[in-house]
């Protein structure tokens, strides 16, 4: 065939291959979750997906439309392909847009488990050792919080986990001086004005 078409093929895949580069080396400046390949989507249009597959999932088992028998655990295996794997365990662990970034995408036939803790939390430690966590990406205060919610009581997450608060809140002095507050929301005032 090489000998036929002179070449053709060849030139074709490394032309396709040189493109595939190009556009990889795009996405890495651009950044994974917000990147869209032409003709494809985006991790951000993938969440949008997600969170309303979520929605319906909780919707659906609120109002036992999966016909679950309450004196029984309930599993579920959600089977998708990888990026759509990544989003969800974000959505569902409130992951970052930068610590997405650091998430491996899985391997063929490859699986994570969130498995309910012992204090009603689900959580990828129950299940999955802290080497394989470090593997799939998950950093340091990441494994922490998955640890966290393997033993932590249902409800007690907002209190307990500042990294995650803190991506959204500036840090605040407290302070008993009811003098300094006052100087404080007299700065504020005149900032607005």
């Known amino acids: 065939m090489h000998q036929k078409g002179g070449g053709v093929l060849p030139k074709r895949i490394i032309l396709m291959q040189e493109r595939m580069d190009a556009l990889k080396e795009t996405r890495k400046r651009f950044g994974r979750f917000f990147y869209r390949f032409p003709e494809g989507e985006s991790a951000a249009d993938v969440y949008d997906r997600v969170s309303s597959f979520l929605e319906s999932l909780w919707r659906d088992i609120d109002m036992n439309r999966i016909n679950h028998d309450h004196s029984h655990d309930l599993n579920l ?3 998708s392909h990888g990026l759509a794997s990544r989003v969800f365990l974000m959505k569902w662990f409130k992951w970052t847009v930068e610590q997405f970034e ?6 063929n ?4 488990v969130m498995q309910l803790g012992s204090g009603g939390e689900y959580s990828l430690a129950v ?3 802290d080497k394989e966590l ?4 998950l950093s340091p205060d990441m494994i922490a919080d998955q640890k966290w919610r ?9 209190d307990q986990c500042p990294w995650y608060l803190d991506a959204f809140f500036d840090h605040l002095h407290d302070s008993d001086d009811d003098s300094v507050d006052k100087e404080d929301q007299k700065n504020c ?5």
Request: aromatic share 12%; charged share 10%; glycine share 12%.
């Open 127 to 129: 299940h999955h050792t």
């Open 150 to 158: 393997a033993h932590a009581n249902k409800g007690a997450w907002n």
């Open 102 to 107: 650091l998430l491996n995408n899985f391997g």
């Open 134 to 137: 470090h593997e799939w990406g």
């Open 77 to 79: 295996v959600i089977v």
């Open 109 to 112: 036939g490859e699986f994570r």
């Open 189 to 193: 005032l005149s900032v607005h004005s």
